[in-house]
């Protein structure tokens, strides 16, 4: 699934091609993919067309687009709102291009350029149209903890957060009410980093040592950042098709079998919550009463 990274470079392809365009038409080519909007399909389309494309927003994996209404209407008080789940791309393509074999929505603007298309192979993905709450957020977003690379993230509130929770370190990373946009891929490459294990009881976590793998995570985020992202196969791209090539840079995620690059040991593979941790058993050591 998209992390962070994924999706934020998704929406800084947005913001430089469809904010500030004005709706034309918008049609739904299969319902699943706005099973999220209560209304259904028409309505969807409907609360579409006429409006025009704020800056797109990003708060972990989630994306939005709020809503502006002519410049003699209500203000903007409902956004687009979109998320990736495991396949979900959102492409810029020509009006005229072939459509794609798992195309699902499509929005035309006022302009007759590009068009935005929501492309789900697995369909696990989906848009709707939701309300913004007094703080500008998606009313389902709402919930969500702001992510490291938020401005406004409270680094204290984090470390606070952290340590008076009773599980693993990497159970806390994932933790979408604590901080979000972190996945499993950058969580194995922030505690790689921050040379600790994913089972590190948090309550043992010192403040020095929960403020290091914070720093960690944005470290390996922004670095994913600059190379587009990770991209194990097709389905993960951005606006323009193209896919990410951080997956050339990662020390832990994927890596069992191959040597540390801080040690030489071999990273190893271990089963966590239906998927898979990767760590180094020299840098990485297990704590005496790990939290699995």
């Not at 390996?220 to 991209?231: C, F, P, R």
């Amino acid at each position: 699934m998209p992390e962070l990274p994924e999706v934020e470079v998704v929406r800084r392809g947005l913001a430089a091609h469809v904010a500030g365009r004005t709706v034309r038409e918008a049609a739904v080519l299969h319902p699943r993919a706005v099973r999220r909007h209560a209304a259904g399909p028409q309505d969807f389309a409907d609360r579409l067309v006429g409006a025009r494309l704020a800056e797109p927003q990003r708060r972990g994996k989630f994306l939005w687009v709020p809503l502006e209404r002519p410049d003699d209407g209500p203000p903007a008080d409902e956004a687009l709102v979109a998320h990736l789940g495991m396949s979900g791309q959102l492409l810029v393509q020509p009006e005229d291009a072939p459509a794609e074999t798992h195309l699902r929505a499509r929005v035309r603007f006022a302009d007759g350029g590009p068009e935005l298309r929501f492309v789900d192979q697995r369909t696990f993905g989906g848009l709707a149209v939701d309300p913004l709450t007094a703080d500008a957020v998606p009313a389902p977003v709402a919930h969500i903890a702001r992510d490291p690379l938020d401005p406004a993230f409270d680094d204290a509130a984090f470390v606070a957060g952290l340590r008076r929770r009773r599980t693993g370190l990497k159970r806390a990373l994932l933790d979408q009410t604590l901080v979000s946009g972190i996945g499993n891929i950058y969580a194995d490459e922030a505690l790689w980093a921050a040379r600790l294990h994913y089972a590190r009881p948090t309550e043992t976590t010192t403040r020095r040592e929960a403020a290091t793998l914070l720093a960690a995570v944005r470290d390996v985020m922004a670095a994913a950042l600059e190379q587009g992202g990770t991209s194990f196969d097709a389905l993960y791209v951005n606006v323009n098709g193209e896919s990410g090539y951080f997956d050339r840079s990662l020390h832990a995620y994927g890596q069992a079998g191959r040597a540390c690059a801080r040690c030489g040991t071999l990273i190893r593979r271990d089963a966590f919550m239906g998927r898979s941790s990767f760590s180094c058993p020299a840098c990485q050591r297990v704590p005496r009463r790990p939290h699995w």
